[in-house]
């Protein structure tokens, strides 16, 4: 965790003042990311076509059919894939490419698996379900910051090791890890490489062509697309490796599918220009909080391994009930005690006995100076409370 100490915060106009009194400051991006109009757009424009099933021969079918290659395409173009599985969520994602990847290495004389210690519940389901199936299951290593350790998967892999997965980025505190290293090392060992991208997508270039990995898994919700679509992208394996797992199977919604193809456009067209963006109003927020003399540490320290617009603090004697308090000014902050967070501070070997003493955000550029100061002035004003009304210098 590293300390910061940073200059003032920059008020902002009379106008945007104004504007605080029925704003609502969404900083959970990286949960939920609010609907793009071009993602609603798609999607509305998917349901007035009243396609078929696109498994039946009939005419309604094979047109629901043709659009959904044409999604597979394009989904496959958005991150250098040459296959494309559609899935209802990043859960089912996870799950079918981890179950699957697993069950072929295994049949193949490579029942072993190297995993992260800090990757989703989904994930770690997966897992589970291999292991009572009979493969093995290594945890790598990470460092005080969270990063996995390269050299422990040089360690852990063997003539025996079928599949490596990492997380791209840890969706609670931002922290990138680094997957090209690792999937160079899982391929060098001939293993395959997952990576669950979902909370990379969209905020950083991912281009698998260009790199070792083997698949990702994306999903509409973490990138301003509609519920109900993510999506396995495979670079050049098998496109019926996701066979494996047919207790996995569904049918592909193509209005959220497309809906999500769209959210992909936008965030992939703009993702310098709002990463500088969001950079800026991250420090905006760090400034704002030294000028309340708030000690903080940033779990992950270098912001440089950090996702853009995105920090995980650990603040020293926070107020009581930080967090419903700065709800009630509607500030919307990503859940502080929900237990994949939980489950993440612990693993990293942090004190877990007072959550809100571990405050979390994640902007994007639907976020403006606006939501910053109003996170800000409720911030100060419960400070405030807590001292009686006296500011202390």
């Known amino acids: 965790m590293q300390d910061r100490r940073r200059k003032s915060f920059p008020i902002t106009s009379d106008l945007e003042r104004m504007n605080l009194l029925n704003k609502t400051a969404y900083l959970d991006n990286l949960t939920v990311m609010p609907l793009h109009v071009e993602a ?16 039946s021969t009939n005419l309604p079918g094979r047109r629901a059919q043709e659009v959904l290659e044409e999604l597979k395409e394009r989904t496959a173009r958005s991150f250098g894939g040459s296959q494309v599985m559609f ?12 179950l699957s990847a697993g069950r072929l ?120 697309g509609p519920p109900g679509a993510a999506a396995i992208v495979m670079s050049d394996v098998d496109p019926w490796l996701t066979s494996a797992a047919p207790e996995l199977s569904c049918m592909a919604n193509i209005p959220g599918i497309a809906g999500m193809a769209a959210a992909m456009d936008v965030m992939g ?48 004697n926070p107020p009581e009930k930080l967090h419903l308090k700065l709800e009630k000014e509607n500030i919307i902050l990503p859940s502080h005690n929900s237990t994949d967070r939980l489950s993440y501070l612990d693993r990293i070997g942090l ?13 994007d550029v639907c976020n403006t100076t606006v939501d910053i100061e109003h996170f800000l002035r409720s911030f100060s004003k419960i400070i405030l409370s807590e001292k009686g009304g006296r500011r202390e210098d």
Not at 87 to 98: E, P, Q, Y
Not at 277 to 303: C, E, H, K, P
Not at 351 to 363: A, H, M, R, V
Request: proline share 3%.
């Open 40 to 55: 609603e757009r798609a999607v509305s424009q998917a349901l007035q076509q009243g396609y078929g099933h696109p498994r």
């Open 87 to 98: 899935c209802s969520d990043d859960g089912m994602a996870n799950g079918l490419a981890i």
């Open 105 to 224: 290495a295994r049949e193949a004389g490579r029942g072993h698996i190297a995993a992260s210690p800090v990757e989703k519940c989904s994930v770690v389901a997966a897992l589970k379900i291999l292991r009572s199936e009979g493969s093995t299951v290594s945890i790598l290593a990470i460092d005080s910051s969270g990063r996995i350790i390269p050299e422990s998967l040089k360690e852990a892999v063997s003539d025996e090791t079928g599949l490596v997965t990492c997380a791209w980025v840890n969706g609670i505190s931002g922290i990138v890890q680094p997957v090209r290293e690792l999937a160079e090392t899982a391929r060098s060992a001939g293993a395959w490489f997952h990576t669950d991208a979902c909370d990379a997508a969209g905020r950083i270039k991912i281009d698998i062509s260009d790199t070792d990995i083997d698949l990702i898994t994306v999903c509409s919700l973490k990138i301003g």
């Open 269 to 316: 067209n703009s993702m310098e220009p709002r990463s500088r963006i969001v950079n800026q109003l991250r420090a905006d927020i760090l400034d704002g909080l030294d000028s309340f003399n708030v000690r903080y540490s940033i779990i992950g320290g270098d912001l440089e391994h950090i996702l853009p617009g995105t920090a995980l603090l650990y603040i020293s």
């Open 351 to 363: 004190d877990i006995s007072n959550p809100e003493q571990y405050l979390g955000f994640s902007i």
